[in-house]
């Protein structure tokens, strides 16, 4: 059996049916590195599969049946194996967003009571302030799950999981109010994850960078990469992502779009400081001329440029948030390829991608198999399997979002006649004028930041006008620029007071701008 046909050919209803199939045909593969220290760890999916063993079966005999894990702590290997362990018994886990602070975690744990809370050592004194404080009864620090490994048989105990019962908590870090408990199960996941693979199955090495106590890197980075048989170094963080992209030559990232700028900005960047600038414009032109008449030599002519990448990046998937079509077009004339894509916590996350081949400019692409994609009054709306048990505690809200069948994401966008998915923006923050025009903050803020200089921008209403706060670090000229751009807007749409603030706007961790 090929590889790609080990799970679209296979009828998985949770992680364990994953995690199992793997093992039981590629039990040496490498799937996940890491650093311990200056060794290189490499663990095989065998190995994964019997530390999850091992952490499940220690889980399994000191708590309840269906307990409740917090999870804390920056990317690492036994951030994953203490996830799925607890998955796979039958618990449930809540990842925990390690940016926000002990009053927001207090307040997140008191809302959702937990057996123990399991974090990295870096964070101990935030456990031992729950523990003090009587907010989680128990702390299993990462310190000692290595220990516990090593005492532990793997083997887990016989019996299935109900792969609808809830299996994950995760509180969103959205861009307005307080975070919303998504409730996933097991079929949300395996749903979500193996339809998403017959849209896109990638294979090579990848760079594990986002916080994985966010669903769109868990799905993606995790299962997706298991699946595929991907093998994932875990990133030390984000300032030394640059630095293992050239250790570890990935062929694949999955990643928010605040990277691709950044590495798109990065080669210019270097271009300038190596005064070769104009030159590698001239590059780029001529290799658009070439592959207009149908050569494409971009492997070989920007080899020193794929180079600080380590030279064999191939795909970047990206989603999380809105991507300028510039961006997706300039990495692609150095021969990296931009697959964008749209998500949510409450679908588990994907519901469309972009196939290869088959990318359309703006788009963020198809709806994966299993997925319905219907526009209700300019809102999105997705059905299917990935689609969320519901908000936690939340009943209100969770008629409010769930309704028929249907989820209705908040988010605005059209489809177009093939099916092709284009975000235009957000229900609530949609602008509603006196007249009754509508305007999409997100369409005028995406046309200020094609304007020079202009670094971060919001668009809202203020006392009955559109207001655009501008954060730059030179001001110079933008306010006449925004004038300019004015003019070529219908007269209910144009910007009527310009503000500028010092400091850049406060972001979600996976910087989204947070706008009230």
């Not at 995790?222 to 875990?234: P, Q």
């Not at 769930?402 to 605005?412: E, S």
Request: proline share 4%; with cysteine.
């Amino acid at each position: 059996m090929k590889d790609n046909e080990l799970y679209t050919s296979a009828d998985i209803k949770d992680i364990r049916g994953i995690l199992e199939l793997r093992v039981k045909e590629t039990p040496e593969m490498p799937i996940i590195k890491y650093r311990n220290g200056k060794d290189l760890v490499t663990v095989t999916c065998a190995g994964l599969w019997a530390d999850v063993c091992r952490f499940g079966a220690y889980l399994t005999r000191r708590f309840p049946e269906r307990s409740r894990f917090a999870l804390l702590g920056e990317n690492s290997y036994l951030w994953i194996v203490s996830y799925l362990a607890a998955v796979v018994t039958g618990g449930v886990i809540v990842p925990l967003d390690k940016d926000f602070d002990s009053e927001g975690l207090r307040t997140l744990l008191i809302r959702c009571p937990v057996s123990a809370l399991i974090c990295s050592d870096s964070y101990h004194d935030v456990a031992e302030d729950m523990l003090g404080g009587g907010i989680v009864p128990e702390h299993i620090a990462m310190g000692d799950i290595q220990g516990i490994l090593e005492s532990e048989d793997a083997v887990l105990p016989k019996g299935e999981t109900d792969p609808d019962a809830v299996c994950a908590i995760l509180f969103t870090s959205g861009t307005t109010g307080d975070p919303k408990g998504v409730m996933l199960s097991q079929r949300n996941f395996v749903s979500d994850i193996l339809n998403g693979i017959k849209s896109l199955w990638l294979t090579g090495p990848s760079v594990l960078t986002l916080p994985l106590h966010h669903s769109f890197s868990f799905t993606i980075n995790v299962l997706g990469a298991y699946i595929c048989g991907s093998c994932a170094y875990i990133s030390k963080g984000l300032r030394h992502f640059q630095k293992e992209l050239k250790q570890y030559s990935p062929e694949n990232l999955a990643v928010v779009p605040l990277y691709v700028e950044s590495m798109y900005k990065t080669i210019w960047k270097a271009a300038a400081d190596r005064g070769s600038e104009k030159a590698l414009r001239r590059l780029v032109s001529l290799s658009r001329f070439l592959r207009r008449v149908g050569i494409d030599l971009r492997r070989r002519l920007f080899r020193p440029v794929l180079a600080e990448f380590g030279g064999n990046l191939k795909n970047i998937l990206c989603g999380g948030a809105y991507l300028d079509q510039a961006y997706i077009d300039g990495m692609d004339d150095f021969g990296i390829r931009i697959l964008n894509g749209y998500g949510i916590t409450e679908c588990s996350p994907l519901v469309t991608f972009s196939r290869l081949g088959e990318e359309r400019a703006r788009s963020v692409g198809q709806p994966i198999s299993g997925c319905g994609v219907r526009i209700e009054d300019g809102e999105i709306c997705v059905s299917g399997d990935n689609v969320m048990v519901g908000y936690y505690e939340d009943e209100a809200a969770t008629a409010e979002a769930l309704r028929d069948g249907w989820f209705y994401t908040g988010d605005l966008g059209y489809l177009d006649e093939d099916g092709y998915l284009y975000v235009t923006g957000r229900k609530k923050n949609l602008i509603i004028l006196s007249n009754g025009e509508n305007v999409s903050p997100e369409e005028l803020e995406r046309k200020l930041m094609e304007l020079e200089r202009i670094e971060e921008a919001v668009v809202r209403e203020e006392n009955g006008v559109i207001t655009a706060e501008i954060y730059a670090e030179d001001a110079e000229g933008i306010y006449d620029a925004v004038m300019k751009m004015n003019r070529q807007l219908p007269p209910y749409k144009r910007i009527q007071s310009v503000k500028f603030r010092e400091t850049p706007f406060l972001k979600t961790t996976t910087q989204k701008i947070k706008r009230f």
